[in-house]
Nanobody
């Protein structure tokens, strides 16, 4: 069984910063791509940033230059450093991981439960 647990969300003023963390645990053989998505009320879930196992990254245009994704492979953890936050960044942020579990030996996508980020004065 595999779990993704996010932390670090909260309320922040415009221009502020937050750091999200997502730790994967359970019977994991290997983690490939890890990513952060977000979903604002009334909108579709969208990719924010992604990182491969060798550190290649890509970002949504709306967050380039403000957000940084990183990962610690030894801890099976991915981070999202969010700077210069704007009200339009308000959303539930979800962690996503493509990994191969020991139990099934299959490559599957897993999701965290989501963490709320609210940017407001």
């Amino acid at each position: 069984q595999v779990q993704l647990v996010e932390s670090g969300g909260g309320l922040v003023q415009p221009g502020g910063s937050l750091r999200l963390s997502c730790a994967a645990s359970g019977s994991i053989f290997s983690i490939y791509r890890m990513a952060w998505y977000r979903q604002a009320p009334g909108k579709q879930r969208e990719l924010v940033a992604a990182i491969t196992s060798i550190g290649s990254t890509n970002y949504a245009d709306s967050v380039k230059g403000r957000f940084t994704i990183s990962r610690d492979n030894a801890k099976n953890t991915v981070y999202l450093q969010m700077n210069s936050l704007k009200p339009e960044d308000t959303a539930v942020y979800y962690c996503n991981a493509h990994l191969r579990s020991i139990a099934t030996s299959q490559l599957s996508a897993y999701w965290g439960q989501g963490t709320q980020v609210t940017v407001s004065s």
